[in-house]
Protein backbone atom coordinates (compact mmCIF):
# COMPACT_ATOMS: atom_id res chain seq x y z
CA UNK A 1 0.00 0.00 0.00
CA UNK A 2 1.42 3.30 -1.18
CA UNK A 3 1.76 5.23 2.05
CA UNK A 4 -0.43 8.54 2.21
CA UNK A 5 1.64 12.00 1.80
CA UNK A 6 0.95 14.32 4.85
CA UNK A 7 0.18 17.82 3.99
CA UNK A 8 3.38 19.25 4.44
CA UNK A 9 4.75 17.00 2.27
CA UNK A 10 2.48 17.49 -0.81
CA UNK A 11 3.09 21.17 0.10
CA UNK A 12 6.80 21.38 -0.43
CA UNK A 13 6.24 19.61 -3.64
CA UNK A 14 3.99 21.88 -5.17
CA UNK A 15 6.27 24.52 -4.53
CA UNK A 16 8.60 23.25 -6.31
CA UNK A 17 5.86 23.71 -9.69
CA UNK A 18 5.48 27.61 -8.37
CA UNK A 19 6.82 29.18 -11.85
CA UNK A 20 4.65 26.03 -13.70
CA UNK A 21 1.19 27.14 -13.39
CA UNK A 22 0.27 25.16 -16.27
CA UNK A 23 1.51 21.44 -14.38
CA UNK A 24 0.34 23.08 -10.99
CA UNK A 25 -3.45 23.46 -12.82
CA UNK A 26 -2.97 19.74 -13.65
CA UNK A 27 -2.31 18.81 -9.91
CA UNK A 28 -5.44 20.40 -8.63
CA UNK A 29 -7.15 17.54 -10.40
CA UNK A 30 -5.00 14.68 -8.05
CA UNK A 31 -7.57 14.89 -5.25
CA UNK A 32 -8.81 17.14 -2.92
CA UNK A 33 -6.24 17.74 -0.57
CA UNK A 34 -3.62 18.14 -3.40
CA UNK A 35 -6.26 20.63 -4.72
CA UNK A 36 -6.99 22.95 -1.68
CA UNK A 37 -2.86 23.08 -1.23
CA UNK A 38 -2.53 23.58 -4.99
CA UNK A 39 -4.97 26.42 -5.44
CA UNK A 40 -3.21 28.43 -2.42
CA UNK A 41 -0.08 28.31 -4.25
CA UNK A 42 -1.61 29.20 -7.81
CA UNK A 43 -3.31 32.38 -6.82
CA UNK A 44 -0.63 33.78 -4.24
CA UNK A 45 0.95 35.42 -7.10
CA UNK A 46 -1.56 34.92 -10.08
CA UNK A 47 0.94 38.18 -12.01
CA UNK A 48 3.82 35.72 -12.31
CA UNK A 49 2.95 34.14 -15.87
CA UNK A 50 0.41 36.57 -17.43
CA UNK A 51 -0.19 33.76 -20.73
CA UNK A 52 -1.31 31.25 -18.23
CA UNK A 53 -4.35 33.83 -16.91
CA UNK A 54 -7.30 32.58 -19.61
CA UNK A 55 -7.95 29.50 -17.01
CA UNK A 56 -8.76 32.16 -14.41
CA UNK A 57 -10.82 34.62 -16.07
CA UNK A 58 -14.11 33.17 -15.45
CA UNK A 59 -12.79 33.33 -11.47
CA UNK A 60 -11.95 36.63 -11.42
CA UNK A 61 -15.08 38.00 -12.47
CA UNK A 62 -17.53 35.57 -10.64
CA UNK A 63 -16.31 37.34 -7.68
CA UNK A 64 -17.38 40.82 -8.66
CA UNK A 65 -20.17 41.90 -6.47
CA UNK A 66 -23.73 42.90 -7.44
CA UNK A 67 -23.16 46.54 -6.67
CA UNK A 68 -19.84 46.62 -9.38
CA UNK A 69 -21.99 44.57 -11.89
CA UNK A 70 -24.46 47.07 -11.83
CA UNK A 71 -22.43 49.85 -11.69
CA UNK A 72 -20.62 48.44 -14.80
CA UNK A 73 -23.86 48.09 -16.47
CA UNK A 74 -24.81 51.55 -16.00
CA UNK A 75 -21.46 52.62 -17.82
CA UNK A 76 -22.96 49.99 -21.01
CA UNK A 77 -20.74 47.02 -19.40
CA UNK A 78 -22.27 43.91 -19.57
CA UNK A 79 -20.17 40.96 -17.37
CA UNK A 80 -20.33 37.63 -19.26
CA UNK A 81 -22.26 35.38 -16.43
CA UNK A 82 -19.95 33.01 -14.74
CA UNK A 83 -20.25 29.63 -12.59
CA UNK A 84 -19.71 29.63 -8.34
CA UNK A 85 -16.66 28.99 -7.42
CA UNK A 86 -15.29 26.42 -5.20
CA UNK A 87 -12.34 28.54 -3.23
CA UNK A 88 -12.89 32.29 -2.43
CA UNK A 89 -9.48 32.56 -4.37
CA UNK A 90 -9.01 35.82 -4.52
CA UNK A 91 -8.63 35.57 -0.97
CA UNK A 92 -5.15 33.83 -1.32
CA UNK A 93 -3.76 36.98 -3.54
CA UNK A 94 -0.74 38.26 -1.29
CA UNK A 95 -0.08 40.79 -4.48
CA UNK A 96 -1.59 43.37 -6.69
CA UNK A 97 0.02 45.26 -9.53
CA UNK A 98 -1.38 47.49 -11.90
CA UNK A 99 0.16 45.82 -14.51
CA UNK A 100 -1.41 43.13 -13.88
CA UNK A 101 -4.78 44.36 -13.53
CA UNK A 102 -4.35 46.39 -16.79
CA UNK A 103 -3.18 43.11 -18.41
CA UNK A 104 -6.36 41.56 -17.42
CA UNK A 105 -8.44 44.20 -18.59
CA UNK A 106 -6.77 43.75 -22.28
CA UNK A 107 -7.47 40.13 -21.98
CA UNK A 108 -11.04 40.39 -20.95
CA UNK A 109 -12.13 42.86 -23.36
CA UNK A 110 -10.38 40.77 -25.96
CA UNK A 111 -11.67 37.56 -24.92
CA UNK A 112 -15.39 39.08 -24.53
CA UNK A 113 -16.12 38.13 -21.11
CA UNK A 114 -17.36 41.25 -21.02
CA UNK A 115 -18.41 43.19 -23.82
CA UNK A 116 -18.73 47.30 -23.86
CA UNK A 117 -21.57 48.44 -25.71
CA UNK A 118 -21.43 51.29 -28.10
CA UNK A 119 -24.30 54.02 -28.52
CA UNK A 120 -25.95 54.24 -31.78
CA UNK A 121 -25.24 57.29 -33.45
CA UNK A 122 -23.82 58.38 -37.53
CA UNK A 123 -20.33 57.95 -37.99
CA UNK A 124 -19.10 61.51 -38.93
CA UNK A 125 -15.60 62.78 -36.99
CA UNK A 126 -17.13 64.13 -33.92
CA UNK A 127 -18.83 61.30 -33.11
CA UNK A 128 -16.14 58.74 -33.62
CA UNK A 129 -13.93 60.54 -31.76
CA UNK A 130 -16.66 60.61 -29.14
CA UNK A 131 -16.83 57.03 -29.32
CA UNK A 132 -13.01 56.23 -29.00
CA UNK A 133 -13.17 57.85 -25.62
CA UNK A 134 -16.44 56.61 -24.50
CA UNK A 135 -14.21 53.21 -25.34
CA UNK A 136 -11.36 54.44 -22.48
CA UNK A 137 -13.85 55.11 -20.30
CA UNK A 138 -15.46 52.08 -20.14
CA UNK A 139 -12.20 50.23 -20.13
CA UNK A 140 -11.26 52.51 -17.02
CA UNK A 141 -14.20 51.77 -15.20
CA UNK A 142 -13.55 48.04 -15.90
CA UNK A 143 -10.63 48.51 -14.93
CA UNK A 144 -10.90 50.19 -11.29
CA UNK A 145 -13.89 48.03 -10.56
CA UNK A 146 -11.07 44.93 -10.64
CA UNK A 147 -8.62 46.99 -8.61
CA UNK A 148 -11.74 47.38 -5.93
CA UNK A 149 -12.46 43.63 -6.33
CA UNK A 150 -8.81 42.60 -5.45
CA UNK A 151 -8.16 45.20 -2.23
CA UNK A 152 -11.64 43.78 -0.64
CA UNK A 153 -11.13 40.39 -1.48
CA UNK A 154 -7.07 40.42 -0.37
CA UNK A 155 -7.36 39.22 3.03
CA UNK A 156 -3.62 38.02 2.67
CA UNK A 157 -2.14 41.23 0.42
CA UNK A 158 1.01 42.24 1.71
CA UNK A 159 2.46 43.89 -1.56
CA UNK A 160 1.01 45.78 -4.30
CA UNK A 161 2.51 47.66 -7.42
CA UNK A 162 1.06 51.57 -8.52
CA UNK A 163 2.24 52.19 -11.88
CA UNK A 164 -1.63 53.43 -13.43
CA UNK A 165 -2.85 54.61 -9.74
CA UNK A 166 -6.49 52.85 -8.45
CA UNK A 167 -8.91 54.41 -7.42
CA UNK A 168 -9.84 55.73 -3.51
CA UNK A 169 -10.67 52.83 -1.18
CA UNK A 170 -12.20 55.03 1.89
CA UNK A 171 -15.71 54.30 1.48
CA UNK A 172 -14.46 50.22 1.36
CA UNK A 173 -13.68 49.10 4.90
CA UNK A 174 -12.60 45.82 3.81
CA UNK A 175 -10.13 47.45 1.20
CA UNK A 176 -8.93 49.74 3.99
CA UNK A 177 -8.23 47.18 6.20
CA UNK A 178 -6.56 44.73 4.10
CA UNK A 179 -4.04 47.69 2.87
CA UNK A 180 -3.41 48.04 6.39
CA UNK A 181 -1.52 45.29 6.42
CA UNK A 182 0.54 45.83 3.43
CA UNK A 183 4.52 44.87 3.85
CA UNK A 184 5.80 46.07 0.50
CA UNK A 185 4.21 49.01 -1.98
CA UNK A 186 5.98 49.97 -5.66
CA UNK A 187 4.84 53.13 -5.97
CA UNK A 188 5.93 54.23 -9.42
CA UNK A 189 3.52 56.20 -10.92
CA UNK A 190 3.01 60.01 -11.36
CA UNK A 191 0.88 61.30 -8.25
CA UNK A 192 -2.04 62.86 -10.21
CA UNK A 193 -4.74 65.12 -9.38
CA UNK A 194 -7.46 62.88 -10.26
CA UNK A 195 -6.23 59.97 -8.34
CA UNK A 196 -4.43 61.29 -5.50
CA UNK A 197 -6.62 60.07 -3.04
CA UNK A 198 -5.01 56.48 -3.06
CA UNK A 199 -2.08 57.62 -1.83
CA UNK A 200 -3.97 59.87 0.99
CA UNK A 201 -5.56 56.54 2.06
CA UNK A 202 -2.25 55.00 2.37
CA UNK A 203 -1.25 57.44 4.37
CA UNK A 204 -3.88 57.28 6.66
CA UNK A 205 -3.98 53.32 6.69
CA UNK A 206 -0.91 52.18 5.91
CA UNK A 207 1.98 52.01 8.74
CA UNK A 208 3.91 48.90 8.44
CA UNK A 209 5.71 49.18 5.01
CA UNK A 210 8.87 46.99 5.12
CA UNK A 211 10.33 47.75 1.64
CA UNK A 212 8.96 50.61 -0.64
CA UNK A 213 9.84 51.29 -3.97
CA UNK A 214 9.58 55.30 -5.59
CA UNK A 215 10.18 57.19 -8.28
CA UNK A 216 12.94 59.21 -8.03
CA UNK A 217 12.58 61.71 -10.34
CA UNK A 218 9.79 63.70 -8.43
CA UNK A 219 9.86 64.83 -4.94
CA UNK A 220 6.22 63.94 -3.91
CA UNK A 221 5.09 65.71 -0.71
CA UNK A 222 2.67 62.48 -0.62
CA UNK A 223 5.18 60.00 -0.82
CA UNK A 224 7.11 62.09 2.05
CA UNK A 225 4.32 61.28 4.11
CA UNK A 226 3.51 57.93 3.30
CA UNK A 227 7.64 57.25 4.05
CA UNK A 228 7.59 59.63 7.53
CA UNK A 229 4.19 57.66 9.10
CA UNK A 230 5.16 54.03 8.91
CA UNK A 231 7.00 52.03 11.83
CA UNK A 232 10.00 51.01 10.70
CA UNK A 233 10.87 50.61 7.12
CA UNK A 234 13.82 48.36 6.16
CA UNK A 235 14.41 48.37 2.19
CA UNK A 236 14.22 51.62 -0.32
CA UNK A 237 15.08 51.39 -4.21
CA UNK A 238 14.60 54.81 -6.03
CA UNK A 239 14.68 54.75 -9.43
CA UNK A 240 16.09 58.14 -10.85
CA UNK A 241 15.87 58.29 -14.59
CA UNK A 242 16.37 61.91 -14.88
CA UNK A 243 19.30 62.80 -13.15
CA UNK A 244 17.49 64.72 -10.65
CA UNK A 245 20.21 65.33 -7.87
CA UNK A 246 17.49 65.79 -4.47
CA UNK A 247 14.88 65.11 -3.23
CA UNK A 248 14.49 67.05 -0.04
CA UNK A 249 11.24 66.46 0.99
CA UNK A 250 11.62 62.64 0.45
CA UNK A 251 15.53 62.75 2.12
CA UNK A 252 13.91 64.88 5.38
CA UNK A 253 11.77 62.32 6.00
CA UNK A 254 14.11 59.65 6.08
CA UNK A 255 16.30 61.21 7.87
CA UNK A 256 14.02 62.11 10.62
CA UNK A 257 11.43 59.55 10.68
CA UNK A 258 13.56 56.45 9.65
CA UNK A 259 17.08 57.02 10.63
CA UNK A 260 17.08 54.22 13.32
CA UNK A 261 15.44 51.57 10.88
CA UNK A 262 16.29 51.69 6.99
CA UNK A 263 18.63 49.10 6.72
CA UNK A 264 19.48 48.93 2.59
CA UNK A 265 18.91 51.63 0.30
CA UNK A 266 19.22 50.57 -3.53
CA UNK A 267 19.75 53.51 -6.13
CA UNK A 268 19.06 52.35 -9.71
CA UNK A 269 21.04 54.95 -12.50
CA UNK A 270 21.37 57.74 -10.58
CA UNK A 271 21.73 58.90 -6.41
CA UNK A 272 19.49 61.29 -5.48
CA UNK A 273 19.54 61.55 -1.51
CA UNK A 274 22.55 64.47 0.06
CA UNK A 275 25.28 62.71 2.13
CA UNK A 276 23.76 64.68 4.66
CA UNK A 277 20.63 62.79 4.64
CA UNK A 278 22.71 59.50 4.59
CA UNK A 279 24.74 59.94 7.33
CA UNK A 280 21.88 60.50 9.27
CA UNK A 281 20.08 56.55 8.34
CA UNK A 282 22.47 55.30 11.80
CA UNK A 283 21.52 51.77 10.87
CA UNK A 284 21.78 51.65 7.04
CA UNK A 285 23.86 48.10 6.39
CA UNK A 286 23.81 47.79 2.37
CA UNK A 287 23.89 50.93 -0.72
CA UNK A 288 23.14 49.10 -4.10
CA UNK A 289 23.75 51.24 -7.18
CA UNK A 290 22.08 49.42 -10.24
CA UNK A 291 22.96 50.55 -13.85
CA UNK A 292 24.55 53.35 -12.57
CA UNK A 293 25.78 56.20 -15.33
CA UNK A 294 27.52 58.92 -13.52
CA UNK A 295 30.79 58.21 -11.67
CA UNK A 296 30.93 61.90 -10.09
CA UNK A 297 28.17 60.47 -7.99
CA UNK A 298 30.26 58.55 -6.37
CA UNK A 299 31.89 61.01 -4.36
CA UNK A 300 28.87 61.47 -2.52
CA UNK A 301 29.20 58.17 -1.07
CA UNK A 302 32.52 58.72 0.11
CA UNK A 303 31.39 61.65 2.25
CA UNK A 304 28.95 58.61 3.95
CA UNK A 305 30.64 57.85 7.33
CA UNK A 306 28.43 54.77 8.44
CA UNK A 307 30.47 51.98 10.35
CA UNK A 308 30.06 49.20 8.31
CA UNK A 309 28.36 50.34 5.54
CA UNK A 310 28.72 47.70 2.14
CA UNK A 311 28.44 50.02 -0.81
CA UNK A 312 27.83 47.27 -4.60
CA UNK A 313 27.55 48.06 -7.65
CA UNK A 314 25.57 46.18 -10.45
CA UNK A 315 24.93 46.70 -14.43
Known sequence: MVPKLNDDCIKEILEFLYDDTRTLFSCLLVSRVWCRIGVIILWRNPWRNPHDWRPQFDSILSFLSEDSIKALREKRIIVRPTKPQLFDYLEYVQSVTS?????????????????????????????????????????????????????????????????????????????????????????????SIGRVRIYEDLVQICRNLKSLYIDGCNDNPVIAEIISVQNGLKELEIINTRKVQNLPLIGYSLATKQGNSLEEITFRFHICLSSVVLNCLKNLKRIYLLDHRDPLELKILEEVKIKDLKIERYT
Open 99 to 191: LGIMSIRYQVIKLRYITCVENDTDENSDVVQDKKHNAVQQQNAFQDELWKLFLRKGVNLKSIGIFEPPPSVSQFPEAMRNLSRLESLNCLSIV
